[in-house]
């Protein structure tokens, strides 16, 4: 099992460029999570999923849109970055009730 | 969200048992208490988590107090390598999104 798998792990973006981060887990797992952890900083939740087809924001989800169109997939996609979305970026999945399955990150910087 | 409360840091010695503790004193009856750790430069990692009963893995041990209102994360002998942030998190299955929300976890620092 791969787990949980983010691409790109590094990206640098110029402000205003969009990009979407990609999520892949093959644990069948139902609960997908984003979240971004600043430097020095805990992690905080950008937007989750509990299904195929349903989502729902998280404590910073503006300048972010999410999408769940397969159990496997959730990707992230950021429009017109800005130097506040510089950041690492973690993809995580659940089943219900169990231990969360983290990627590696991606590691953005918006200049 | 209920919410726990860690100590900011914590020392160990390398091969000594490390005890983390947690107060969770407004945890529900349906709250798992999980618990995760980050090394530096990278992405947390599930260490253990419970309901009730005491839990035990390769990792390490939870030993979770009676009344639940307190939990202990037990690192049965440390290495250079469990030194990490250490994330003490309820889970709750109601309301549907059983998301996790990290706070600012102990830092565990392992001398040789």
């Known amino acids: 099992n791969a787990g949980v798998t983010q691409t790109p792990k590094f990206r640098i973006l110029k402000i205003g460029q969009s990009m979407t981060l990609q999520c892949t887990q093959d644990m069948n797992h139902n609960y997908m999570y984003w979240y971004r952890q600043d430097p020095g900083m805990g992690l905080k939740l950008i937007y989750y999923?509990?299904?195929?087809?349903?989502?729902d924001k998280g404590e910073v989800p503006n300048g972010y849109n999410v999408s769940r169109s397969t159990t496997e997939d959730f990707p992230l996609r950021l429009e017109l970055a800005a130097p506040s979305q510089t950041s690492v970026y973690f993809c995580?999945?659940?089943?219900?009730?169990?231990?969360?399955?983290f990627g590696s990150g991606t590691r953005l910087t918006v200049v | 969200d209920a919410k726990t409360t860690q100590p900011n840091s914590m020392e160990s010695n390398e091969e000594e048992p490390v005890h983390l503790p947690c107060n969770h004193s407004?945890?529900?009856?349906?709250?798992?208490i999980h618990w995760y750790r980050q090394l530096p430069s990278q992405g947390p990692e599930y260490v253990i988590h419970g309901l009730t009963s005491n839990v035990n893995n390769r990792m390490a041990s939870l030993a979770i107090a009676e009344d639940r209102k307190s939990s202990t994360l037990i690192l049965h002998r440390a290495t250079l390598r469990d030194a990490a942030v250490y994330y003490c998190i309820l889970r709750s299955p109601q309301g549907g999104s059983e998301k996790l929300v990290f706070g600012k976890g102990t830092k565990l620092t392992v001398n040789p």
């Open positions: 407004t945890i529900s009856g349906t709250d798992y």
């Open positions: 999923s509990v299904g195929a087809g349903i989502t």
């Open positions: 995580a999945s659940s089943n219900s009730g169990g231990g969360y399955t």
